[in-house]
């Protein structure tokens, strides 16, 4: 456990500085990332078909995460049991990263997320937990960055434009 801004935290990940790419940070982009249960239960087309009919898909990469990766995209959480739940989660099978565009393009992803958390949930009511999107620009920047290069997103945005 360590103190990060005046909190506890269990896990060690780095919060990344604020991004010094301007090109980088004028682009409207979002991210988001299809977890294992998406391999699972064979609904990654499903999913992505859903992503498209708002946003455009610029890249995408399918990797499977590491302690590293995971303390690095998740480096606030306060709740060890939690944590560690998700830990043995994210590393159990693929993943798929998504970087979109279009307008308002966090907002709707975060919208498209609670859809499909919606959509296919334990008959108890439990979420399966299909899916995150980053909540702001800052983050979905250095989430980003964790799993794509810099001249690859540059690059992939431009062409959709």
Same mark, same amino acid.
């Given at each position: 456990?360590?103190?990060?801004d005046?909190?506890?935290?269990?896990?060690?990940?780095?919060?990344?500085?604020?991004?010094?790419?301007? %090109?980088?940070?004028?682009?409207?982009?979002?991210?988001?990332?299809l977890?294992?249960?998406?391999t699972y239960?064979?609904?990654?087309?499903?999913?992505?078909?859903?992503? $498209? %009919?708002?946003? $455009?898909?610029?890249?995408e990469?399918?990797?499977?995460?590491? %302690?590293?990766?995971?303390?690095?995209?998740?480096?606030?959480f306060?709740?060890l049991?939690?944590?560690?739940?998700?830990?043995?989660? #994210?590393l159990?099978?693929v993943?798929?990263?998504?970087?979109l565009?279009g307008?308002?393009?966090i907002? %709707? #992803?975060?919208?498209?997320?609670?859809?499909?958390?919606?959509?296919?949930?334990?008959?108890?009511?439990?979420?399966?937990? #299909?899916?995150?999107t980053?909540?702001?620009?800052?983050?979905?920047?250095?989430?980003?960055?964790?799993?794509?290069?810099k001249?690859?997103?540059?690059n992939?945005?431009?062409?959709?434009?």
């Open positions: 456990m360590k103190i990060v005046g909190k506890l935290r269990f896990w060690y990940g780095d919060i990344q500085p604020r991004i010094d790419c301007q %090109e980088l940070c004028d682009l409207t982009i979002g991210l988001c990332i977890k294992p249960d998406i239960l064979k609904l990654k087309d499903t999913i992505t078909d859903i992503l $498209s %009919e708002k946003l $455009s898909i610029c890249l990469k399918k990797f499977t995460f590491n %302690e590293k990766l995971i303390f690095d995209m998740y480096p606030g306060h709740e049991k939690w944590a560690n739940d998700l830990k043995k989660y #994210l159990s099978d993943s798929h990263a998504l970087i565009t307008p308002d393009v907002n %709707e #992803l975060n919208e498209i997320k609670n859809h499909v958390r919606h959509l296919y949930k334990h008959t108890e009511g439990n979420i399966i937990n #299909l899916m995150h980053s909540d702001t620009t800052e983050d979905t920047l250095r989430e980003s960055l964790l799993l794509f290069k001249e690859s997103i540059i992939a945005i431009k062409a959709k434009i």
